[in-house]
Structures are given as C-alpha cells and as structure tokens.
C-alpha cells in the first residue's frame, strides 16, 4: 500500500495576546491567486470522474470536502509537473506591497483557504512570501503520482461541509478588536456574516449586497491597504460600503 505524506513546509500557528489593531484574513484561489488553483490542477491532471464531482458539488449533493477528496485522489501527476503548473500561476500585484504595509503596521494576516497547503505554499514563496500562516487542506503525496488530501481544518458542524471551516477560525481570533476578511466567492459566503468587514470581489460583492453584509467592493490589494491606512488602528467606517 502506498504510503502518502505531506509536502509542505511546518508552518507556524501564531499565538497572540490582546491586540490594539485588526486581523485580516485572505481566501487563496481568485482571491490571492488570479486563477482558482485546484481548478488549474484539476484541468490539467484531473482523470475521469472529476467533472461529475464537480457537478455534485454545485448541486449541493455533496460538500466540498467530500468532493475535493474524491477530486484529488483522482489526479495522476508527478512532484515535478505539478511545480510546474504551479509556477505558471500568478497572484494579484498587490498583495506583496499589503503584506508589507501590515508587516510595518503590527497587523496580522493569515490565509485561510479551502484549498491545498502545498500550492499556496509555493504560489507565494515564488513570488518572495514566506511568513505568513497559512491555513488550509493538507496535500499529501506518495512520492510517484497519487495524491490525497487530510483535513486538519474540518469541522463536523460546518453548513457548508468545507475540507476548511472558515467560520470557526474567525471564532479563534478574540483577541483582535476587528476581524477583516477578503473573499472572492462562494467558499467566502458564510464566513463574511462572522467578520467585522469584507473587502468582496467578484461573486462575493452581490452575496454581501444581498445579505445586508457591511463590505467594500475592490479589485485589487492596493484598495484594501488603503483603507487599512485610511483607518490607521480604527474600525472601518461602515461609510466605506459601497
């Protein structure tokens, strides 16, 4: 029997005591990243069976976790090939220069994703981001071509039945006056109504229209440093909804 292990570098798991500033924490796939990761994965490695999980997934029928499991176990790509697809992803042009501003400015950021450790890990040390914690499903690799997935971040009451429970890492952050959160889709909809504020794109921005969520709409990094400068250790203004 195969036997699988992770790929990813330990990362560390902040331990924080009260804070005077916010704490933002960023979705990975559209959000960070221009393209949805495992998608891309998914495209290029994914063997039969992918897309009808896929098509139980949107229908409800069954929950992300269970489908990027099923998903991942499906792939047939070497260490190698998979880097090599991962290279090619690029993130918003943005978000190095906010890493930066929150790094000067005491302000903690994680990124909280339903998505793959590994990937993300990679994405972002390309691009000279190597700090930050990151919380997401664990990718595991048996050394040839099989790959599966672990959950350390599951949550058996989780609505959504995501591989990540977001929601119950926003409870984790009670030393924090304000709780920020930057989203792009669906993986971002019950989490926004746990968060002080939510910087939308795409999709996100009609959900938190629809459900009365205070939010900003952006389409980049840049306008989230902004605010967070324009706020300069206050809440957000509700003004900023748009």
């Known amino acids: 029997m195969d036997a699988f292990s ?7 798991s902040p331990n924080y005591t009260q804070h005077k500033t916010p704490i933002v924490l960023c979705d990975f796939d559209g959000t960070i990243s221009v393209k949805d990761v495992t998608d891309t994965l998914l495209s290029h490695f994914g063997q039969a069976g992918c897309d009808e999980l896929e098509e139980l997934w949107v229908s409800g029928k069954i929950g992300s976790q269970e489908c990027m499991s099923k998903q991942i176990a499906l792939m047939d790509a070497s260490l190698d ?30 990124v909280v994703s339903d998505g793959l450790d590994y990937a993300i890990e ?20 048996n050394d040839l071509r099989s790959w599966r997935l672990e959950f350390p971040y599951a949550n058996k009451d989780c ?16 030393y924090f006056p304000q709780i920020l959160y930057v989203g792009d889709g669906t993986s971002d909809y019950c989490v926004s109504h746990h968060v002080d504020f939510v910087f939308a794109k795409d999709k996100l ?21 902004t605010a967070l400068k324009q ?7 509700v003004t900023m909804v748009k």
């Not at 990679?122 to 690799?141: D, E, W, Y």
Request: glycine residues 2%; aromatic residues 6%; contains cysteine.
């Open 6 to 12: 992770s790929i990813t570098n330990s990362l560390s």
């Open 81 to 110: 090939e998979l880097n090599e697809v991962l290279s090619q992803i690029e993130i918003d042009a943005d978000f190095k220069s906010f890493i930066n501003y929150a790094e000067q400015n005491n302000i903690p950021v994680h």
């Open 122 to 141: 990679f994405i972002l040390k390309r691009h000279g981001i190597t700090r930050l914690p990151i919380f997401a499903n664990k990718l595991m690799h």
């Open 159 to 174: 609505i959504k039945q995501s591989g990540n429970c977001k929601c119950h890492h926003v409870k984790k952050q009670q």
């Open 205 to 225: 921005v009609n959900y938190c229209k629809e459900n009365h969520i205070n939010h900003c709409k952006i389409t980049s990094f840049a306008e989230v440093t």
């Open 231 to 237: 706020a300069k250790h206050a809440v957000i203004p």
